[in-house]
């Protein structure tokens, strides 16, 4: 009415004319990344690897290319693969994860980053070597026993957030020291009930449904 | 040789013109000193206005970005002070393009028209006392003329750009400043009638209590008029860049669109110069011998902050509603102040036809009041427009509408 | 000498400030005046349906995302409820109070741009739109916390979500709660009133009731011309039936009670936020379901939920493969756009893009 609402406007433009601006100036500035970010270079743990190509298979994209030969060295267990080609083709991935859950051995992991801009799409392909030997900072994207509370269903409104002093809360991909492939493993996973992540293949225990896979079909619940 | 300015010239006014003139004019003939004075100050006015268009062109984007809660340009110097200098050699290195079937000469007059009456403005402002490069009599009426140009200058841009955007740019700009000039002029005329003079020095000597006050009500219709004769928000429909592109200059790039650009916002500059010498006094101020320079930027500062601010706030109108602002709104309130400053005028002008500054104080109490109450007249009578009606969630049953099932 | 004139044919988009993507219309005008309108589109069409046959159900996750990818939590719920219904299961309760609450938190995302985008369209120079851009890059952060991304979140899973929230999001989100209501009244103070947005968009490009039940029009479009239907209202989903809201409805479906609806629904969503956060009960976020799904063959689905532009559904079709046979997307922002002609012919070049801007359309949805 008679622009006193007109009025207001331009006192909350005022007001925020005074406020400290809310946009980072980024190359100087950064916001702080969640430790779940998903990012660019994958973290792989070739000790954990088994070259099952889960990753590939779940890849929506299909842009993991591995290849395997056999190894030799475990032929009563069934044998080893030995990985030749592991490409992650990062110029066309959404970074969506999906191989990152796939994956039934915490052999690979997000990375954190995002800047990782080439001249040329060639360049863009993760080889087997640069996953090799790069630094390992994984990213806590589906890996919960990162964050630390792998199993504890009490997260809720309420309980105590960042314990102080401890570690497994606070950590930091992209600072703190990388993460060796013993660092990073659950002790058990669901779908490999007795099978350890990250053993070798002679240390598997002697039972039936040792490596059993769960069964394709879902639940005939309901 | 020994030349002698006529004391009645317009340009006898102006100090360094003199100082120039003498000196340059002991050792030459009388006309080329003549033309040096005169191009040494040109090359003065011409620098400040387009370095004024810079300074302007980056403190808009800065107040405009901590406005909307950012920082706004920062990489180019210290507090991004160079961005308009690294826009500009942008621009300059870009290529020149015109539009196939454009219409080519008309194409590229139209920068060079939209930067010349800006320049030309900038002769009759009185920047300090006495700092006017042409003090001329008819000062208001000079202004009034040459800043209409770049109407002209608008609509060939838009005609000559084939481009159908730019053609409905080039309509409503110059449907509204043919119809915004109207009420500016009527509300200048109060001003005029006050100081009895038309010369803008004159102007400035007679607000012994600054016209805003005197004439809140002109000020508002000056304001709004000069927002719309520049395509500044909230009457930019001539540019409205989320509806016609970019209006009349959408074909434009290069060093053209730079001068466009300039002449857009050394426009707001010599504006607010303008709007700070009839309304907010001018060069006058406390030590206005010595600081006048400084009191005349810091109005023309507080004007352009103003312009920035609105533009920062308000969305823009629709032509029609722009127009129907201008005719409806805006032309009858410049009539009333007209109305009651003549009245005021006549009434207390003393035996010479001059008025006091007691004089002034009482035709503000007036002036004040009428300004007021116009407002709300003319606001009611919009009312029902733009009145929020009170509306809680309900279910509202709708006559018509067969009941949806749900399943 | 009489003045010939005559109507003048404008391309408005695909490269147009604000069509809202690669959105194109054909626009015949008399003057400013629109005498015809033709719209077209699939600028930006991906095939998502097509893709979606040869990829696996919790591949095509990823393809929902960017479908309207500014509410890529409601697609996945969308996605994930058809998935359910599909292999007959049940997400745990916490799982589905986590999606509630996401899917609240992307519906004020959503409507935050829509409005910002809308006032950015009439004219107001970007500074609403930087404030509500302030305000979702919040929530943004939030979804950052929860699933390491901001924009393509891939949170969902059939059977739930993916994982349960980190711990530091719950403060966050009480932060953001608390902050977000003032950002919030600073809008309402900066636009809700405002004048010139007054008589710019009351009593523009009204949709009666008939006409909106008629081109089945969904979502705050569909609320604002007095109809009060919402899906989570009338076949509530996930946690909703648990929470309490209401359900804003404008009176005479103009502009000005789009923008006003989505205003409002940005509170409603608030409380249900709010509500979410108090009833959450601990325990298990995710179904055990294997990470290729089969369906038994034959089977159909079709899951819908109120998205923040309207019914957003997916029906799936299942041939016991481990891809879906047919995946059909119903999208909101399509279906609004049928209202096209409605609002546009007859009123002004400067309305026309106002009006778009109201109904809200993301082409990512509309070329899917």
Same mark, same amino acid.
């Given at each position: 009415?008679?622009?006193?609402?007109?009025?207001?406007?331009?006192?909350?433009?005022?007001?925020?004319?005074?406020?400290?601006?809310?946009?980072?100036?980024?190359?100087?500035?950064?916001?702080?990344?969640?430790?779940?970010?998903?990012?660019?270079?994958?973290?792989?743990?070739?000790?954990?690897?088994?070259?099952?190509?889960?990753?590939?298979?779940?890849?929506?994209?299909?842009?993991?290319?591995?290849?395997?030969?056999?190894?030799?060295?475990?032929?009563?267990?069934?044998?080893?693969?030995?990985?030749?080609?592991?490409?992650?083709?990062?110029?066309?991935?959404?970074?969506?994860?999906?191989?990152?859950?796939?994956?039934?051995?915490?052999?690979?992991?997000?990375?954190?980053?995002?800047?990782?801009?080439?001249?040329?799409?060639?360049?863009?392909?993760?080889?087997?070597?640069?996953?090799?030997?790069?630094?390992?900072?994984?990213?806590?994207?589906?890996?919960?026993?990162?964050?630390?509370?792998?199993?504890?269903?009490?997260?809720?409104?309420?309980?105590?957030?960042?314990?102080?002093?401890?570690?497994?809360?606070?950590?930091?991909?992209?600072?703190?020291?990388?993460?060796?492939?013993?660092?990073?493993?659950?002790?058990?996973?669901?779908?490999?009930?007795?099978?350890?992540?990250?053993?070798?293949?002679?240390?598997?225990?002697?039972?039936?449904?040792?490596?059993?896979?769960?069964?394709?079909?879902?639940?005939?619940?309901? | 040789?020994?030349?002698?300015?006529?004391?009645?010239?317009?340009?006898?006014?102006?100090?360094?013109?003199?100082?120039?003139?003498?000196?340059?004019?002991?050792?030459?003939?009388?006309?080329?000193?003549?033309?040096?004075?005169?191009?040494?100050?040109?090359?003065?006015?011409?620098?400040?206005?387009?370095?004024?268009?810079?300074?302007?062109?980056?403190?808009?984007?800065?107040?405009?970005?901590?406005?909307?809660?950012?920082?706004?340009?920062?990489?180019?110097?210290?507090?991004?002070?160079?961005?308009?200098?690294?826009?500009?050699?942008?621009?300059?290195?870009?290529?020149?393009?015109?539009?196939?079937?454009?219409?080519?000469?008309?194409?590229?007059?139209?920068?060079?028209?939209?930067?010349?009456?800006?320049?030309?403005?900038?002769?009759?402002?009185?920047?300090?006392?006495?700092?006017?490069?042409?003090?001329?009599?008819?000062?208001?009426?000079?202004?009034?003329?040459?800043?209409?140009?770049?109407?002209?200058?608008?609509?060939?841009?838009?005609?000559?750009?084939?481009?159908?955007?730019?053609?409905?740019?080039?309509?409503?700009?110059?449907?509204?400043?043919?119809?915004?000039?109207?009420?500016?002029?009527?509300?200048?005329?109060?001003?005029?009638?006050?100081?009895?003079?038309?010369?803008?020095?004159?102007? #400035?000597?007679?607000?012994?209590?600054?016209?805003?006050?005197?004439?809140?009500?002109?000020?508002?219709?000056?304001?709004?008029?000069?927002?719309?004769?520049?395509?500044?928000?909230?009457?930019?429909?001539?540019?409205?860049?989320?509806?016609?592109?970019?209006?009349?200059?959408?074909?434009?790039?290069? #060093?053209?669109?730079?001068?466009?650009?300039?002449?857009?916002?050394?426009?707001?500059?010599?504006?607010?110069?303008?709007?700070? #010498?009839?309304?907010?006094?001018?060069?006058?101020?406390?030590?206005?011998?010595?600081?006048?320079?400084?009191?005349?930027?810091?109005?023309?500062?507080?004007?352009?902050?103003?312009?920035?601010?609105?533009?920062?706030?308000?969305?823009?109108?629709?032509?029609?509603?722009?127009?129907?602002?201008?005719?409806?709104?805006?032309?009858?309130?410049?009539?009333?102040?007209?109305?009651?400053?003549?009245?005021?005028?006549?009434?207390?002008?003393?035996?010479?036809?001059?008025?006091?500054?007691?004089?002034?104080?009482?035709?503000?109490?007036?002036?004040?009041?009428?300004?007021?109450?116009?407002?709300?007249?003319?606001?009611?009578?919009?009312?029902?427009?733009?009145?929020?009606?009170?509306?809680?969630?309900?279910?509202?049953?709708?006559?018509?509408?067969?009941?949806?099932?749900?399943? | 000498?009489?003045?010939?004139?005559?109507?003048?044919?404008?391309?408005?988009?695909?490269?147009?400030?604000?069509?809202?993507?690669?959105?194109?219309?054909?626009?015949?005008?008399?003057?400013?005046?629109?005498?015809?309108?033709?719209?077209?589109?699939?600028?930006?069409?991906?095939?998502?349906?097509?893709?979606?046959?040869?990829?696996?159900?919790?591949?095509?996750?990823?393809?929902?995302?960017?479908?309207?990818?500014?509410?890529?939590?409601?697609?996945? =719920?969308?996605?994930?409820?058809?998935?359910?219904?599909?292999?007959?299961?049940?997400?745990?309760?916490?799982?589905?109070?986590?999606?509630?609450?996401?899917?609240?938190?992307?519906?004020?995302?959503?409507?935050?741009?829509?409005?910002?985008?809308?006032?950015?369209?009439?004219?107001?120079?970007?500074?609403?739109?930087?404030? &509500?851009?302030?305000?979702?890059?919040?929530?943004?952060?939030?979804?950052?916390?929860?699933?390491?991304?901001?924009?393509?979140?891939?949170?969902?899973?059939?059977?739930?979500?993916?994982?349960?929230?980190?711990?530091?999001?719950?403060?966050?989100?009480?932060?953001?709660?608390?902050?977000?209501?003032?950002?919030?009244?600073?809008?309402?103070?900066?636009?809700?009133?405002?004048?010139?947005?007054?008589?710019?968009?009351?009593?523009? &490009?009204?949709?009666?009731?008939?006409?909106?039940?008629?081109?089945?029009?969904?979502?705050?479009?569909?609320?604002? &011309?007095?109809?009060?239907?919402?899906?989570?209202?009338?076949?509530?989903?996930?946690?909703?039936?648990?929470?309490?809201?209401?359900?804003?409805?404008?009176?005479?479906?103009?502009?000005?009670?789009?923008?006003?609806?989505?205003?409002?629904?940005?509170? =409603?969503?608030?409380?249900?936020?709010?509500?979410?956060?108090? =009833?959450?009960?601990?325990?298990?976020?995710?179904?055990?379901?294997?990470?290729?799904?089969?369906?038994?063959?034959?089977?159909?689905?079709?899951?819908?939920?109120?998205?923040?532009?309207?019914?957003?559904?997916?029906?799936?079709?299942?041939?016991?493969?481990?891809?879906?046979?047919?995946?059909?997307?119903?999208?909101?922002?399509?279906?609004?756009?049928?209202?096209?002609?409605?609002?546009?012919?007859?009123?002004?070049?400067?309305?026309?893009?106002?009006?778009?801007? &109201?109904?809200?359309?993301?082409?990512?949805?509309?070329?899917?």
């Amino acid at each position: 009415m008679y622009g006193l609402a007109m009025v207001k406007g331009l006192m909350v433009t005022l007001k925020n004319l005074t406020r400290k601006p809310f946009t980072v100036q980024y190359p100087e500035e950064r916001v702080r990344q969640h430790p779940r970010f998903r990012g660019e270079e994958f973290v792989w743990y070739e000790e954990r690897c088994t070259g099952c190509a889960s990753c590939a298979k779940y890849c929506p994209l299909g842009i993991i290319r591995i290849e395997t030969s056999p190894s030799g060295s475990a032929i009563p267990q069934g044998d080893k693969y030995r990985l030749e080609v592991f490409d992650i083709e990062l110029q066309r991935c959404m970074f969506c994860g999906l191989c990152v859950e796939a994956c039934p051995y915490d052999a690979l992991f997000m990375g954190s980053g995002f800047e990782q801009g080439q001249y040329s799409r060639k360049n863009m392909i993760i080889t087997i070597d640069q996953l090799r030997n790069a630094e390992k900072h994984p990213s806590t994207w589906f890996r919960p026993q990162l964050e630390g509370y792998e199993g504890d269903t009490s997260i809720r409104r309420g309980t105590p957030t960042i314990a102080q002093g401890d570690s497994r809360f606070t950590y930091d991909p992209r600072g703190g020291p990388p993460l060796g492939w013993r660092e990073v493993g659950r002790e058990a996973w669901r779908w490999h009930q007795k099978e350890k992540a990250g053993m070798r293949l002679g240390q598997i225990p002697e039972t039936p449904e040792s490596a059993g896979e769960k069964a394709p079909e879902p639940r005939a619940d309901d | 040789m020994n030349c002698q300015l006529a004391s009645d010239s317009v340009l006898y006014a102006n100090g360094l013109y003199r100082v120039v003139y003498n000196v340059a004019g002991s050792f030459l003939p009388c006309w080329l000193a003549y033309l040096i004075a005169g191009l040494v100050i040109i090359f003065i006015l011409v620098n400040a206005v387009l370095l004024g268009a810079a300074v302007i062109t980056w403190g808009e984007r800065r107040v405009l970005g901590r406005f909307q809660n950012r920082v706004g340009p920062n990489r180019w110097g210290p507090f991004g002070m160079f961005q308009p200098i690294a826009d500009l050699l942008k621009l300059l290195t870009k290529e020149d393009l015109r539009p196939q079937g454009s219409d080519r000469i008309v194409f590229a007059l139209v920068p060079i028209l939209m930067v010349a009456p800006l320049i030309l403005l900038t002769a009759v402002i009185p920047f300090a006392k006495n700092a006017a490069l042409a003090s001329l009599n008819v000062g208001v009426l000079y202004i009034l003329a040459v800043s209409s140009v770049s109407s002209v200058a608008i609509f060939m841009a838009g005609w000559s750009s084939n481009n159908r955007y730019a053609m409905f740019g080039a309509a409503r700009a110059v449907a509204v400043l043919i119809s915004y000039e109207v009420p500016v002029v009527l509300s200048l005329l109060g001003v005029v009638m006050v100081a009895a003079s038309m010369s803008l020095g004159s102007i #400035v000597e007679a607000q012994a209590l600054p016209f805003i006050l005197v004439m809140p009500m002109a000020f508002l219709v000056f304001l709004a008029g000069m927002s719309a004769e520049l395509n500044r928000s909230p009457f930019d429909v001539a540019e409205a860049e989320s509806e016609i592109i970019a209006g009349y200059h959408t074909e434009y790039s290069g #060093v053209r669109f730079a001068l466009i650009q300039a002449a857009e916002f050394g426009g707001v500059g010599v504006v607010a110069a303008i709007a700070a #010498v009839l309304f907010l006094g001018g060069w006058s101020g406390p030590w206005s011998e010595y600081l006048g320079w400084l009191w005349f930027l810091l109005k023309t500062g507080v004007v352009v902050f103003l312009f920035i601010w609105f533009r920062a706030t308000y969305p823009r109108l629709r032509i029609d509603q722009i127009m129907a602002f201008s005719w409806k709104f805006l032309l009858p309130l410049s009539m009333i102040n007209l109305a009651a400053v003549t009245l005021e005028v006549f009434f207390l002008r003393g035996d010479d036809g001059s008025l006091t500054t007691a004089d002034l104080g009482i035709m503000a109490a007036i002036n004040i009041v009428v300004t007021v109450v116009s407002v709300i007249v003319f606001g009611n009578l919009i009312r029902d427009r733009v009145t929020l009606r009170t509306r809680q969630p309900q279910q509202v049953a709708v006559p018509g509408v067969p009941t949806i099932e749900v399943s | 000498m009489t003045i010939r004139t005559e109507p003048v044919t404008v391309n408005v988009g695909p490269q147009h400030p604000s069509t809202h993507g690669v959105f194109r219309v054909r626009i015949t005008f008399d003057g400013e005046d629109i005498v015809e309108v033709e719209p077209v589109f699939g600028y930006l069409h991906r095939g998502s349906e097509k893709l979606a046959e040869e990829r696996n159900y919790v591949q095509v996750i990823t393809l929902t995302d960017r479908l309207d990818y500014t509410s890529s939590m409601i697609n996945n =719920q969308a996605y994930c409820l058809a998935v359910e219904k599909l292999l007959e299961v049940e997400p745990p309760p916490r799982a589905k109070y986590l999606r509630t609450l996401t899917a609240e938190l992307q519906r004020i995302a959503s409507h935050l741009i829509a409005v910002g985008f809308f006032v950015q369209e009439l004219g107001a120079f970007g500074t609403p739109l930087m404030y &509500s851009f302030r305000s979702r890059e919040r929530i943004l952060d939030l979804f950052e916390m929860l699933c390491g991304a901001r924009v393509t979140v891939s949170y969902m899973r059939p059977g739930g979500v993916f994982a349960d929230a980190p711990r530091d999001f719950w403060p966050a989100l009480d932060r953001f709660l608390e902050d977000f209501e003032e950002e919030l009244a600073e809008m309402e103070q900066l636009l809700l009133e405002n004048e010139i947005l007054m008589v710019r968009t009351r009593g523009v &490009s009204p949709i009666p009731a008939e006409v909106a039940i008629n081109c089945s029009v969904s979502g705050p479009v569909l609320r604002a &011309s007095g109809i009060n239907w919402d899906w989570r209202k009338q076949e509530p989903y996930d946690a909703y039936d648990q929470v309490e809201f209401d359900v804003p409805i404008g009176s005479n479906g103009d502009n000005y009670d789009r923008f006003w609806v989505r205003m409002q629904e940005i509170h =409603q969503s608030l409380r249900i936020v709010r509500q979410c956060i108090a =009833q959450i009960e601990p325990g298990q976020v995710r179904l055990d379901l294997p990470l290729v799904l089969r369906p038994e063959a034959g089977r159909e689905a079709y899951g819908r939920v109120e998205a923040s532009k309207g019914e957003l559904a997916f029906y799936l079709v299942s041939d016991g493969g481990i891809s879906p046979y047919r995946c059909k997307i119903r999208s909101p922002s399509l279906i609004n756009l049928t209202i096209i002609e409605h609002l546009l012919v007859g009123w002004k070049l400067a309305d026309m893009i106002v009006s778009l801007g &109201s109904i809200d359309i993301n082409m990512g949805e509309v070329d899917r």
